[in-house]
């Protein structure tokens, strides 16, 4: 009994090794190959192993054929590819969410760049391959009962010359891709890259501009994998059915498939590390409260006060820009002042407008103070609409020298209803299981704003299980009442009038580290975002736990290289701007949480708002970074929120050398056919 070859158990794709250093080199070294381009390898040499192994046993000819007690040699054939095929559906089945989101992003992109991109084409020219791949392995699977004719007709219709065989569609592809000859295209993935890079249509995409076009090459390289299965397979069905040799045709489409793998290499190569790794949610259709946004509330309100009512000795001496600091002492002769709850913290920033006024009280007495203040120069504060408790307040002089004036202040007052608390406990993933973040976003439990990660098992090469993506619920932090909090500064960062800065920085992990936590810090009254970071194998998907590090920006406005402040001009109620925010911060900048405009709002909302959308890629991926950043408009609030990188996969793809690399492999022996 004969025994045959069956399966690659091994590909080794080696390089000089460059000295590294570290423990991220040591693991993640340049040796590492992504395994569509370690498919693609293994597949030149595995089809012409199998097809030599075969043909010098049998003679590759008919005389075999149905020879009793042995497999026929186009039936031990499609055995063979049954292994290859089995490969590909390994890395289909990691692409099919892939797939998904590439395609959508292709539904949503205008006509014109529809064009200019040729996502038509290129679709349709992968469905094809892709269509034609299924019938053979439905032939594969069912090697036993097909008939002759039938192979004999596919390998025919593969390796055609014709329009719309699989060798045409493949050189359609590799035209979509590196375009030939003179031609006013760049290729789809540099097309699509300039796009990615012009701003254009970013929200759309679940994704980052490099994990997009490093996820459309996978597709594409599996799609030219596929296609070049069948070719070599036909050329191998038609010399067992004696209609030629086909040994010139076969090599020239293993150099072909070569030359142009290589081509397509190249191209993602110059593309893949210009493009940015930072995913960030844009704005939703319908702001949602809770859901889409959160709020720190009632941090800086404003408050309409007396200056009789803001001195020890119940003066009016001063005006009321004078108090940029001050308390409320007492409630004179009980007017306006006793028909307001009291500041029973502190007051700043006062600022006169005029002398007599009528003020709307909020109905809503939890969240704001006045609706609207219309004073009777006709200066109006707020959006003027119907007032069911209507206010007169009126300044008035103290003999004829002193002008009892009425002022807006902003109060800062700790109460049940302010919430002006975030958590400095660290999110992190389980580690030890093998998990990783894949997706941050702030959650609101009680009065408290926490940093949440959604964790998932690292696979493979960049893989995620995506059956196992899950949000870790943060550690909630007890406390009875708001007082209590204000003296948990341990695991409570409280806001105040001079403590309510939040750093935005965008915090990068090192080479072959990836994202596995997160948290704030306080640091000079700012809060700072921390991230672990861990060392991974890439190849094998492994984490190395026991390595996890912490690392952070630690500039402050005071440091060499100090913070600036990123200004939030007269900024109304974030949720009223009905356009799409933009993002005006970067690295060692600062924003503070502030009332609204007086103007706009009677500074009664604390801004900006905090975005609470999952910032989780889809599919996803493995990440190396975590951010802060503001987005907004002038004249609007805006909105903070967290931002990820995505892992670099161009320092995966195969490096340049001049020295070809050295295949070494290892076969095993089947049981007896």
């Known amino acids: 009994m004969n025994t045959r070859l069956t399966v690659l158990v091994v590909l080794l794709v080696s390089y000089p090794v460059l000295p590294v250093q570290g423990v991220t080199e040591a693991l993640a070294e340049a040796t590492e190959v992504l395994g569509v381009i370690r498919l693609g390898v293994s597949l030149v040499q595995y089809i012409h192993q199998v097809f030599s192994e075969i043909c010098q046993r049998d003679a590759c000819g008919l005389d075999m054929l149905g020879v009793e007690g042995k497999m026929s040699t186009d039936k031990e054939l499609l055995t063979e590819y049954r292994v290859i095929s089995a490969k590909m559906d390994t890395l289909e089945a990691s692409m099919a969410s892939v797939q998904s989101s590439v395609y959508s992003l292709h539904r949503s992109l205008p006509e014109t760049i529809k064009y200019e991109l040729r996502f038509d084409r290129l679709e349709q020219t992968i469905n094809n391959i892709w269509s034609m791949y299924q019938m053979f392995e439905f032939y594969q699977e069912n090697r036993d009962t097909v008939e002759r004719l039938t192979l004999e007709d596919f390998a025919t219709s593969v390796s055609s010359h014709s329009d719309g065989s699989i060798m045409s569609q493949m050189s359609s592809l590799h035209s979509l891709v ?194 609207w203040v219309e004073y009777e120069d006709g200066t109006l504060l707020g959006d003027k609409g119907t007032c069911v408790n209507k206010i007169k307040v009126d300044s008035w002089w103290r003999w004829i020298f002193w002008h009892c004036s009425y002022c807006l202040c902003k109060c800062d007052e700790v109460t049940e209803d302010s919430d002006r608390f975030w958590s400095l406990q660290p999110a992190q993933a389980d580690t030890s299981t093998n998990k990783i973040v894949t997706g941050v976003r702030f959650v609101k439990r009680g009065k408290i704003v926490y940093p949440q990660i959604e964790q998932a098992t690292a696979m493979p090469e960049g893989g995620i299980d995506e059956t196992t ?67 991974m194998e890439f190849t094998a998907g492994n984490v190395v736990s026991d390595r996890s590090t912490w690392i952070a920006n630690d500039n402050t406005p005071a440091t060499d290289k100090p913070r600036t402040l990123v200004p939030i001009i007269m900024p109304d109620v974030p949720t009223k701007f009905s356009g799409l925010n933009t993002v005006d911060t970067t690295t060692d900048q600062f924003i503070q949480f502030d009332a609204s405009s007086a103007h706009k709002d009677v500074s009664q909302t604390t801004v900006p708002f905090i975005d609470a959308q999952p910032v989780a890629p889809q599919p996803a991926t493995w990440l190396a970074g975590a951010g802060l950043y503001h987005k907004g408009r002038v004249g609007f609030g805006g909105f903070v929120g967290f931002k990820v990188s995505t892992y670099d996969f161009s320092r995966h793809l195969i490096p340049d050398s001049k020295e070809r690399p050295v295949l070494r492999y290892e076969f095993v022996k089947a049981e007896d056919a």
């Open 178 to 371: 590196v375009p030939q000859g003179p031609s006013l295209s760049r290729g789809i993935l540099n097309t699509l890259a300039s796009e990615i890079k012009a701003g254009q249509h970013l929200c759309s995409m679940n994704q980052s501009p490099h994990q997009l076009v490093y996820n459309l090459y996978n597709i594409i390289a599996l799609t030219e994998i596929k296609g070049y299965a069948m070719l070599q397979f036909s050329y191998m069905m038609l010399r067992i059915y004696e209609k030629g040799n086909f040994s010139v045709e076969s090599d020239a489409a293993k150099e072909k498939f070569e030359q142009q793998a290589t081509e397509k290499m190249n191209s993602i190569k110059l593309v893949l590390p210009t493009m940015s790794r930072e995913f960030m949610r844009c704005d939703p259709p319908k702001h949602k409260q809770g859901e889409t946004y959160l709020e720190i509330t009632k941090l800086l309100q404003g408050y309409i006060e007396n200056e009789v009512d803001m001195n020890d000795r119940m003066t009016c001496k001063s005006t009321c820009s004078a108090y940029t600091f001050a308390e409320s002492k007492s409630c004179y002769k009980d007017l306006f002042c006793a028909k307001q709850p009291k500041c029973n913290g502190r007051i700043f920033d006062c600022q006169f407008f005029h002398a007599d006024a009528w003020v709307c009280m909020a109905g809503d007495g939890d969240k704001r103070r006045y609706d």
């Open 469 to 535: 993506r899950t949000w870790v619920e943060p550690q909630p932090i007890p406390y009875t009442d708001v007082r209590n909090l204000t003296k948990n500064t341990g695991s409570v960062f409280t806001m105040s009038y001079e403590q309510r800065a939040m750093d935005m920085d965008t915090l990068t992990a090192p080479e072959g580290h990836v994202l596995t936590g997160v948290k704030l810090r306080n640091i000079g009254g700012h809060l700072n975002l921390e991230i672990q970071v861990t060392p």
